[in-house]
């Protein structure tokens, strides 16, 4: 195979493993939308772009945020509890060996403060305390799959008010369509209590 032929290729498998991880996110919208048991917090997926860094002209971290239909609605839209993270992220050599999915449980000191809504653009919010970035103001501990992080900066606001966060990582590759809901929705079910 040409060099040529080895560009068409990568990209065909970028488009293709995009092409999933839409079938897996609408999965996700619309089984949270039939079972009622959690809500879609934002209709659109949250991540980031740059157009002056070549990392920001793919998208590797996929983000949908999911709050508790237990929890009472508010007037700013967003319910008064947690919001869960589910966050596909198909390349951080950093930190993984493979594809991973996060499913994590964020708490807050004051959502009822927050704007109605949240742009796409925010992907940074959400994705940096999955990886206890910034260390400075988060306690960030890993134990294998499973992660807790706890804010030690009160003044750190950057993170809308980001008091704790509780997760754990599965293998991209072990979410199929038979267990997809489980896996996820179980997961964020798991996190509850936790």
């Known amino acids: 195979m040409n060099l040529g032929e080895n560009i068409f290729a990568a990209f065909d498998v970028v488009a293709k493993m995009y092409d999933n991880v839409n079938k897996l996110m609408n999965y996700c919208r619309t089984a949270a939308d039939e079972n009622g048991e959690f809500v879609l917090a ?4 949250l991540r980031w772009k740059s157009d002056t860094e070549p990392n920001g002209w793919y998208i590797y971290s996929f983000i949908l945020l999911f709050q508790n239909t237990a929890d009472q609605k508010l007037a700013n839209k967003w319910r ?3 919001v869960y993270v589910l966050e596909i992220n198909l390349y951080n050599p950093d930190v993984y060996t493979e594809p991973m999915v996060n499913l994590a449980k964020y708490e807050y000191t004051d959502i009822e403060s927050w704007a109605e809504g949240c742009s796409p653009a925010n992907h940074h919010v959400f994705y940096h305390p999955l ?22 900066d009160k003044e750190a606001n950057r993170f809308w008010g980001l008091k704790r966060i509780t997760g754990v990582g599965i293998p991209l590759t072990e979410i199929t369509r038979e267990n997809a809901y489980e896996i996820i929705f179980g997961g964020f079910r798991s996190l509850i209590e936790k």
């Open 131 to 152: 990886y206890g970035t910034f260390g400075e103001w988060i306690k960030f501990e890993q134990d294998g799959t499973n992660y807790a992080g706890e804010i030690i």
């Open 42 to 45: 934002t209709p659109k997926f």
């Open 80 to 82: 008064n509890g947690p």
